[in-house]
């Protein structure tokens, strides 16, 4: 039971680290329901560690049985949860980024203009204002789907927006 027991506070030390970084560095640029459903995945890889602790030796086809589940349930939630929205906003962002900016570059060779990620997280992480500095009051969207970045649409503005 030690050994359990010494395994739990392990396994809850690994929780406390990935959900400081998940906080940290994913949460502030997701939208809230996915941040909701990442704790809800991880409260529940948690009460079910813990419950398997309390699982007799005996049982070994139900002790062996709930450690694999424990560890697909947290595989996939990793995955999903930490690393998708991670590899989202810290390379395919700025990919995106950069390829609209040589567009614009292109596009748009005499005029000078500041690219801003959308602000709000119910907006897609591919959503991007344009302000060119001769119209500072006002900002151009595009949104940098895959269909763009894949050569099946063209990149252009999808409307704008006043700026404050």
Same mark, same amino acid.
């Given at each position: 039971?030690?050994?359990?027991?010494?395994?739990?506070?392990?396994?809850?030390?690994?929780m406390?680290?990935?959900?400081?970084?998940?906080?940290?560095?994913?949460?502030?640029?997701?939208?809230?329901?996915? /941040?909701q459903?990442? @704790? !809800? #995945? +991880?409260?529940? $890889?948690?009460?079910?560690?813990?419950?398997?602790?309390? =699982?007799?030796?005996?049982?070994?086809?139900?002790?062996?049985?709930?450690? /694999?589940?424990?560890? @697909? !349930? #947290? +595989?996939?939630? $990793?995955?999903?949860?930490?690393?998708r929205?991670?590899? =989202?906003?810290?390379?395919?962002?700025?990919?995106?980024?950069?390829?609209?900016?040589?567009?614009?570059?292109? #596009?748009?060779?005499?005029?000078?203009?500041?690219?801003?990620?959308?602000?709000?997280?119910?907006?897609?992480?591919?959503?991007?204002?344009?302000?060119?500095?001769?119209e500072?009051?006002?900002?151009?969207?595009?949104h940098?789907?895959?269909?763009?970045?894949?050569?099946?649409?063209?990149?252009?503005?999808t409307?704008?927006?006043?700026?404050?």
């Amino acid at each position: 039971m030690k050994t359990r027991v010494m395994f739990f506070i392990a396994f809850l030390m690994i929780m406390v680290l990935l959900g400081w970084f998940y906080r940290h560095n994913i949460a502030p640029d997701t939208h809230y329901v996915e /941040v909701q459903f990442a @704790t !809800i #995945t +991880a409260y529940f $890889i948690t009460i079910l560690f813990a419950v398997t602790l309390f =699982i007799s030796k005996k049982q070994k086809m139900l002790f062996y049985t709930s450690y /694999v589940i424990i560890f @697909t !349930i #947290t +595989a996939a939630g $990793i995955s999903m949860w930490v690393v998708r929205p991670y590899v =989202i906003i810290n390379d395919e962002v700025p990919k995106r980024m950069e390829i609209l900016d040589a567009y614009l570059e292109e #596009t748009y060779p005499d005029r000078d203009w500041d690219i801003q990620k959308s602000e709000s997280t119910f907006d897609s992480h591919y959503l991007f204002y344009v302000t060119f500095a001769e119209e500072a009051d006002y900002s151009y969207a595009y949104h940098m789907s895959d269909d763009v970045i894949n050569g099946k649409d063209e990149i252009q503005s999808t409307g704008g927006r006043p700026n404050k």
